[in-house]
């Protein structure tokens, strides 16, 4: 009899077709700008992302790092200079592209380093105290949130390139 059931099984599993097992799927990672649209921690950099005619770069292939302000970081700012940026598609662009690095720079890569060109042009400051990351002013709460195209580090203050 277990003969039996045991061939039977056997017999069932062969008459299955294999495309009823469930494929393993692997997301791919977001793009920064999905990262971005994906957290509502990110809503003002995003709206000033597009704002700013960057959505696509920051979709696009590529290896980049964004030092990501958050919303909180967005609220530090006086509100009359995000009024200002937002008026000025050119000043606001520069101001930006001063929180991205060409390339992907991991935390363990970004610790190494002691300033970093941006893609405004004036380099960033940074400092490592104990476990605090420094980029200028700004504290990296956040470190290596992986996209499709390169890396995202969250901060807690904006950055604002010298005059």
Not at 110 to 133: C, D, E, F, H, Q
């Amino acid at each position: 009899m277990t003969r039996i059931v045991i061939t039977a099984l056997a017999a069932l599993a062969l008459a299955v077709p294999a495309a009823t097992a469930a494929p393993v799927r692997q997301e791919a990672a977001p793009s920064i700008a999905g990262i971005a649209a994906s957290s509502p921690q990110f809503s003002t950099l995003l709206s000033l992302v597009k704002k700013a005619g960057l959505a696509g770069t920051l979709s696009k292939p590529g290896a980049y790092t964004v030092f990501a302000p958050t919303n909180a970081a967005f609220a530090k700012v006086p509100k009359a200079t995000l009024n200002a940026l937002a008026k000025n598609p050119a000043q606001l662009k520069r101001v930006l592209l001063y929180h991205v690095v060409a390339g992907k720079v991991t935390a363990a890569q970004v610790v190494k380093l002691r300033s970093a060109k941006t893609l405004a042009g004036p380099t960033v400051r940074i400092r490592v105290t104990g476990k605090t990351v420094r980029i200028n002013s700004s504290k990296v709460t956040k470190t290596d949130v992986v996209a499709s195209n390169g890396v995202v580090h969250v901060i807690d203050r904006v950055l604002l390139p010298p005059a």
